[in-house]
DNA sequence: TACTCACATACTCTTTGCCT
DNA sequence: AGGCAAAGAGTATGTGAGTA
């Protein structure tokens, strides 16, 4: 899909990709011929196609997770597949100073990795360098900005913000709400939510219940697990609304 | 060249929704 | 509750096409 994008060029937005397409001009490299850009576009056209190839060739998600528009950023899951990480954070339940991190999972379609805050959670700073794009929900608000400060790093990486991709395709009501909508069944695990998550830790914490501990893993696990299906769907779904 | 029209983009401000 | 990106609404600006 990536190839056939021409939308995070300046100047040119999602109607005149339209246009682009419709004139026959599919891919990068297809002649512009007589199309007529705007002067934005006109200039900065060529040399960010030249740009595209680079990065593309290079396997460099980053130029474009800058550069296309959020809403397209779903346009990045089929290239990048094999360097992707579904991640989703724990905390207990804090803004600010008193907050901190409980648990992070990620998920990259293949293996589970968990992080437990007073176990291995720093482990985390460097394992999530072995991915080049995030896949999340709502993280651009949350998970990323909490990881960065609370953690004192930096996450460059391109990210799929699912919540706003699938709020396009009709899907609202968070994250369990879309999962809803969309069919997939959390088993056991339905009346877990991140609320129940803070009061989870809280009781591992105090009583020492390795239940408690148990219980907001597989939580915060099948959350990020439940992360690919929703982000297949939604790529197969924006596809198919695509020309 | 001068003008108008339609449309796209760019900008600004406000509102919305979501996370734990 | 706190934080914040993105959507949405509204407006401004710029572009290209058409016409005379």
Redo the contacts with the bound molecule.
């Keep these: 899909m990536l190839k056939h994008t021409f939308c995070h060029i300046?100047?040119?937005?999602?109607?005149?990709e339209k246009r682009l397409w419709n004139s026959g001009i599919l891919d990068w490299n297809s002649p512009l011929g007589s199309f007529?850009?705007?002067?934005?576009a006109?200039g900065t056209f060529q040399s960010t196609i030249e740009e595209s190839r680079r990065s593309f060739e290079l396997r460099d998600p980053g130029y474009f997770g800058s550069t296309l528009?959020?809403?397209e950023s779903w346009r990045l899951f089929s290239d990048f597949r094999d360097d992707v990480a579904y991640i989703?954070?724990?905390?207990n339940?804090y803004?600010?100073p008193h907050g901190y991190i409980?648990a992070i999972s990620l998920y990259d379609g293949k293996r589970v990795r968990y992080y437990i805050k007073g176990e291995n959670l720093d482990d985390f700073k460097e394992d999530i360098f072995d991915y080049k794009l995030l896949v999340t929900?709502?993280g651009?608000?949350?998970d990323i900005?909490f990881i960065e400060s609370h953690m004192g790093i930096k996450l460059p990486h391109a990210h799929i913000?699912l919540?706003?991709t699938l709020?396009?395709l009709g899907f609202?009501?968070?994250?369990?709400?879309c999962e809803k909508l969309i069919g997939i069944d959390r088993g056991e695990l339905k009346g877990v939510?991140?609320?129940f998550?803070?009061l989870l830790w809280r009781d591992y914490r105090r009583n020492k219940n390795p239940k408690a501990l148990e219980t907001l893993l597989a939580y915060n696990i099948q959350?990020v697990v439940n992360l690919e299906p929703l982000m297949i769907k939604a790529h197969n779904l924006k596809l198919m609304l695509t020309p």
């Design positions: 300046p100047g040119v937005g999602t109607k005149t007529k850009l705007r002067k934005k006109e528009p959020p809403k989703d954070i724990e905390t339940g803004v600010g409980t929900y709502n651009k608000c949350f900005p913000d919540r706003y709020r396009d609202k009501g968070g994250l369990k709400g939510d991140g609320y998550a803070v959350d």
